[in-house]
Every structure is written in C-alpha cells, then in structure tokens.
C-alpha cells in the first residue's frame, strides 16, 4: 500500500442550526482538516437539507479574503457546493438553480479555485419526461452535455473545478413512482459516458460507496474500475442492510412500489412508508453505533493503491446522529468518525495518530468578475 494521507472533512449539511464561525470552531475541535460548506439556494425546493454557510449574493473578492482568513485561523481548508435538480424537474426551478451553480463557481474562483483546491459539489439530477421516452437515458445524458457542457467551460475558464455526487437520490420523487433512479451520476456507467460527452478535466467527482452498497454493487470494484484521476473526493458515510420482510416480498433489486393502502393491507404486503423508504437500509456513520456493510480496510487500501490522497468528508445522516437534531449526538458521530478512520489515513506519532500534511489556504487577489447567468453562456 502506498503511504498516503488523506485529510477528512466535514460537510456542513448535518450543521444547519450553526453559523460559518460556530461551524469552524465545532470543525476544529473535533479535529477535522477542512469544511465543505453547503450552500443551498434560500429559496430551494429542497427540505432534507437546507445548510446555507455562505452568504451567496454579493459575494464579492474582499468576502473571498475574510473568508480565506478565517478558515486559515482556525487550520482548515474548504470547498462549497448545492446539491439540486439541473436538468429536470420545474423548468423556472431548474433555471434557478443552474444560475446558482454559476454563482458558487464564480465564488469558488474568488476563493483561489483549484489553487486552493477550493471545488463546486453539485448533483446533475434526472429529466423523467426525457426518461420516460424510448432512448430516455441516452436522451438524458444528451440533456446532460446541453446543460453542463457550457458550464463545465465556464468553471474550466476560471480554473475551478465541479464535482458530482452519486447519490440517486432515491427518495427525491413521491413512492407513487415506479422509478427511483433521480441523478444521472448514480451509477458508474454514467459517470464514464457523461466525461466521454465533456472531456475537461473541469470535472469530476465525490464519490460516497453507501450508495453502491445498497444497490448490491461493491465499493472497492468500483474504485478499481473508474478514472481515478475523476475522483476528487470521497463521502464518509455507510449502509447497514435491513433483512426487513418488504426485502423479501419486492426482492432487493427493485425498489419496494406503493399500493392502495386498503389493497395491501387485505394481501399483507409491505408498502413505503416514506418516499425514502424503498431499498431496506439504513444509513450510518463508520464506528458509531454498530457494524455496518462496507469494508473500510480494503476501500481505503484500494483508494491508496491507486494514489487517492484527497480529502474524506464525513456526510452524518444517520438516524442516531443527524437524525436526532440533538448537536451532541451529531458532534459525537463525526468524532466517531474520525477516531475509526484516522489508523486508517494518518501516520503514528507521539500523538497517536495524526494528519501532518495541512497547508494554509493561499491568499489569492482576484480581479471581481460579475455573476454570470445561464441565458449569457449559451
């Protein structure tokens, strides 16, 4: 195994009651390396999360250098990201937020941008009218290249780089649908065909292996087969499969469908009791509460193996941290996070075991640029 570290991070999505000064201090406490601030739209569709740890409009390069200035004071670096819909769903919506992608790239830029590996998170999300066509998923990577095409040489021009996550955002549609595939990047495949359509290396991606475990696919084949040089960043989260009996009646290849009530009721057949509840499983955070299903040694040493050395950031939605809304809990299970992970990422010192690899945030001086709009790219 190559002896590599990787810094881990936290993503600021489970801290949505704290502002960016009481998130740094609670990131620096625990001992974390850096922050990836989520930075939805305030007036976003979206109601599982809604973290805004940066103040989007008017950001101008004089923010660029305060915000430089506090990372940097309490040891740690950043990236920023919003995860929504940008090629389907509500037209004026998905309109919305392409013109806020744009303005968290633009940021990214006044931040140093790759200088300060300083990267934009986004999801490319899924167009079902498109979908539901002969070809849809073709027709959808087409929409993708329409869509990202231009974006991804704006991010390229500035030097900043765009990442995706590849969550399907399972839960994303009402359980009336059959389908619950909702983000173009939620499967490996994709990912290859959508940089076969954009070849920058503008872009690339996070890549969180609760996801594939949960769609009986294994992590460590995963990362054997992708474009390593696409990875910029990893999710620290994971999945205990449930052995419930809606797994055995729908089968663990299908999500579980919904039904009259009344119906499945009568046949004593399970249905979702949430949109989110269709694939028997839970999310967790590593070493924090029981075992799960992923096998940690041989993700890491395969991501070591083939030079990963970026960071792992700690996304908490589990049900006994995130889930609880209770601060302690949620600060407890990424402490407990980083005690799992740290024999795993970090060298032995007189310390124990500690991350010796942090740099400062460059203090970059860039000229302000003005916001760009989707309308002026195309």
């Known amino acids: 195994m190559k002896q590599i570290q990787n810094p881990i991070w936290l993503m600021s999505s489970a801290y949505d ?17 850096g922050i990836d601030l989520c930075v939805f739209r305030k007036d976003g569709s ?10 989007y409009d008017g950001f101008t390069p004089d923010d660029a250098k305060r915000t430089l200035e506090a990372f940097n004071s309490k040891g740690l670096r950043l990236s920023l990201g919003a995860f929504e819909n940008m090629i389907g769903g509500e037209e004026s919506e998905r309109l919305k937020n392409q013109n806020h992608l744009l303005k968290l790239i633009r940021i990214a830029y006044l931040l140093g941008g790759d200088e300060n590996n300083a990267m934009v998170g986004t999801f490319v999300g899924y167009n079902h009218e498109l979908g539901n066509q002969i070809d849809g998923f073709q027709k959808n990577l087409d929409e993708y290249k329409k869509v990202f095409g231009p974006i991804v040489d704006y991010a390229e021009s500035l030097g900043v780089t765009i990442v995706y996550e590849n969550c399907p955002m399972e839960g994303w549609r009402s359980s009336r649908f059959t389908s619950t595939f909702n983000n173009l990047p939620g499967v490996l495949a994709a990912r290859k065909l959508m940089y076969a359509l954009v070849p920058s290396k503008a872009h690339g991606e996070i890549y969180d292996p ?4 949960w769609q009986n696919t294994d992590p460590v084949e995963v990362i054997e087969e992708m474009d390593i040089s696409r990875l910029k960043r990893v999710h620290v989260k994971t999945t205990r499969m449930l052995s419930s009996k809606g797994r055995i009646e729908w089968g663990g290849m299908y999500p579980m469908q919904h039904v009259n009530e009344e119906l499945a009721k009568l046949a004593g057949v399970s249905i979702p009791q949430s949109d989110w509840d269709r694939h028997h499983y839970t999310a967790m955070l590593p070493g924090f509460g029981g075992t799960d299903d992923m ?42 996070c980083i005690n799992f992970l740290s024999p795993l990422l970090w060298k032995l010192g007189e310390n124990g075991y500690e991350y010796t690899d942090q740099k400062e945030l460059k203090t970059v001086k860039r000229e302000d640029i003005p916001v760009m709009t989707m309308d002026q790219l195309r």
């Open 17 to 33: 009651k704290l502002n960016q000064s009481e998130l740094l201090e609670t990131a620096a406490r625990l001992g974390a390396q």
């Open 46 to 55: 979206r109601e599982d999360h809604t973290a805004t740890h940066l103040d």
């Open 210 to 213: 609760s996801h594939d475990i």
């Open 295 to 336: 096998d940690w040694n041989s993700f890491v040493e395969v991501l070591h193996d083939r030079g990963f050395s970026g960071p792992f950031e700690i996304e908490n939605e589990a049900k006994n941290s995130k889930d609880t809304q209770n601060m302690a809990a949620i600060s407890q299970g990424a402490q407990a």
